[in-house]
Nanobody, 117 residues
Framework: VQLQASGGGLVQPGGSLKLTCSAS???????????MGWYRQAPEKERELVAG???????NYADFVSGRFTISRDNGKKKAYLQMNNLKPEDTAVYYC?????????WGQGTQVTVSS
């Protein structure tokens, strides 16, 4: 696994989850200069960008986020995070982290997020 995403699970509509992306030293000798992104893929749909954060901390969100998610990073720990609030059933997908834009050889297994009552 190149970049490990964790923190997914089953949550009711309106609930929250916080995803964590961990990058091993073997992948990035230096994590801080990398722009990082969170992506998701729902069944029978294309993988799409959810949010991205630059090395300097500037952020970008997909329109469907609508203020519900927050991306952040901790360069010292080589981690990136995605705080997801007010989750909706349509947010159900496998969530992945990667560089932003993504590197083909750094996709990990992702973490499943299921929003259902």
């Amino acid at each position: 696994v190149q970049l490990q995403a964790s923190g997914g699970g089953l949550v009711q509509p309106g609930g929250s989850l916080k995803l964590t992306c961990s990058a091993s030293r073997s992948i990035f000798s230096t994590f801080a200069p990398k722009n990082m992104g969170w992506y998701r893929q729902a069944p029978e749909k294309e993988r799409e960008l959810v949010a991205g954060i630059t090395s300097g901390g500037s952020v970008n969100y997909a329109d469907f986020v609508s203020g519900r998610f927050t991306i952040s990073r901790d360069n010292g720990k080589k981690k990136a995070y995605l705080q997801m609030n007010n989750l909706k059933p349509e947010d159900t997908a496998v969530y992945y982290c990667n560089t932003w834009p993504p590197s083909d050889n750094k996709w990990g297994q992702g973490t499943q997020v299921t929003v259902s009552s």
